[in-house]
């Protein structure tokens, strides 16, 4: 299997090797880790969509990007597809 077109077998051995010696611990700081990096390029994307945004609508806008709209319309009276992601 290859992880990238890009990736040496090299490469993809190494990382692989380096995460079957990982704790649990470990593997989860690296999700949390990456989880954050979306979170933040997601909401870059939107600082430039919408720069003049309130901290509400900003944080609205990041949360409509993983909670479906029928939930975001009940629960805050935001409907993404017409006040925007």
Known sequence: MRIASDTTDEARERLLDHWRR??????????????????????????????????????LRLASLWIPREAMIRWWSWDPEVRGR
């Open 22 to 59: 990982a704790t649990p611990e470990d593997r989860y700081r690296e999700v949390l880790r990456l989880n954050r990096v979306v979170r933040e390029l997601a909401q870059a994307g939107q600082d430039l969509r919408y720069p003049d945004a309130t901290p509400e609508e900003r944080r």
